[in-house]
């Protein structure tokens, strides 16, 4: 029983994989030196729709983080728990 109690109270925290999506880097259109108007246009365009794509990204790696901290908090809860009743199986 000792044996069980202290594997259980030395485990290790629980932890989340950040998805590769989150740690991609941005790509972020750069014009060319002497821009058309129409270069404008689709560096307006596509520079949007990166800033977007990169924003879900960002999202996803916080919301990642997030949940960890939260797996974490439970699992110091659960481990403070078992530590006051060690009899107790929870």
């Known amino acids: 029983m000792a044996a069980r109690q202290a594997q259980?109270?030395?485990?290790a925290p629980p932890q989340i994989e950040t998805p590769a999506?989150?740690?991609?880097?941005c790509e972020i259109y750069i014009l060319p030196l002497d821009p058309t108007l129409a270069?404008?246009?689709?560096?307006?365009?596509?520079?949007g729709a990166q800033l977007m794509a990169c924003?879900?990204?960002?999202?996803?790696?916080?919301?990642?983080?997030?949940r960890?901290?939260?797996l974490e908090a439970a699992w110091l809860r659960l481990r403070e728990a078992r530590a006051r009743r060690?009899?107790?199986p929870f």
């Open 39 to 47: 270069d404008l246009e689709v560096g307006y365009q596509t520079r």
């Open 55 to 66: 924003d879900g990204r960002r999202a996803l790696a916080v919301s990642a983080h997030a």
């Open 86 to 88: 060690p009899w107790w």
């Open 21 to 25: 999506e989150a740690e991609a880097r």
């Open 8 to 11: 259980a109270l030395t485990a």
């Open 68 to 70: 960890e901290h939260e």
